[in-house]
């Protein structure tokens, strides 16, 4: 089974997306720029779709990086909905701080991407049965599988610094793929970092929880707090297990979130608290990867 069976028991509170109108008055709305505006001092970058080999196949994935210079590496890991632009321009956002990131479809073995229709509604029964059926196609194994193909890819890229860590980030189901890539690189992965991420403790031996006494990362943990309404032991057991492994971590809930506000097509997007949590997430990658 993989990890994220329980996804199945969040409130996902119907992940479609939101307009571009929808989006643009939300943002206005909560007083902050836009997600896809440049910021100052933003370094120029290029991206573009690039193909991984692995031992199961092709993966098509997105690779951005500033146009200049060598930087730390970043696997991105996107949610249920799979790659799509979203997470094209989220991962540009990461490479004008500074960083050169490869996002991923984690379902290539299926399909490639887009793996979700426009306007994916997850509430829809035949759109929640599919999506939910190209998650249970993914093991931990896949993902052990895949991390070991991606993070030598990242490492082969002229944009990419080798002489400072590497970070993982996950989003929902992505979550604990950040765990197994940080476990299976512990002198390679510097930093982690889950948004509203799904089934990261479970009561199964293979636990994503379970693998943090094998990782070397400090972490972020952004919560949804629909989601700690449901398992509220879990942020707990999170922060023991990373105490006992002696490893920074901020693991914290977002009031007012539901499961995929930080992700800015999802109809429960919160521009507030996602930008809250993006700032973080910052902040963990200057510290962890200088």
């Known amino acids: 089974m993989c990890d994220q069976d329980d996804l199945e028991a969040m409130d996902y509170a119907g992940s479609a997306k939101l307009s571009r109108r929808q989006f643009g008055v939300l943002a206005a709305g909560a007083g902050l720029v836009s997600l896809w505006s440049r910021r100052a001092r933003a370094a120029e970058v290029t991206g573009a779709p690039v193909t991984v080999r692995t031992t199961d196949g092709l993966c098509d994935a997105y690779f951005t990086h500033p146009r200049t210079g060598v930087h730390p590496g970043i696997l991105m890991w996107p949610d249920i909905f799979g790659l799509r632009p979203t997470f094209e321009r989220m991962a540009d956002r ?22 979700s229709p426009p306007d994916a509604d997850f509430s829809n029964p035949a759109t929640r049965s599919m999506l939910l059926d190209l998650m249970h196609s993914l093991t931990p194994e896949h993902t052990v599988t ?21 970070a ?20 390679r992965i510097g930093a982690g970092a889950t948004f509203h991420g799904a089934a990261l403790v479970t009561d199964r031996p293979d636990s994503p929880h379970r693998l943090i006494p094998e990782i070397r990362a400090e972490y972020l943990m952004a919560i949804a707090a629909s989601d700690d309404r449901k398992q509220p032991d879990a942020k707990l057991m999170l922060r023991e297990a990373f105490a006992r492994a002696h490893l920074a971590a901020e ?27 993006w700032v973080r997430q910052l902040l963990l990658l200057k510290r962890a990867l200088a």
């Open 94 to 115: 990461l490479a004008e701080s500074g960083y050169a990131v490869l996002v991923v479809n984690p379902f290539y073995r299926t399909r490639r991407a887009p793996t």
């Open 146 to 166: 895949d991390a070991r193909a991606f993070v030598p890819w990242l490492d082969e890229q002229r944009a990419v610094s080798r002489s400072r860590k590497m």
């Open 251 to 277: 693991i914290e809930v977002y009031p007012g979130t539901q499961h995929g506000w930080c992700v800015p097509d999802s109809r429960v997007y919160d521009a507030a608290q996602a930008e809250k949590a």
């Open 168 to 187: 993982s980030t996950g989003y929902c189901m992505g979550g604990p793929f950040t765990l197994r890539t940080a476990a299976a690189f512990p002198e």
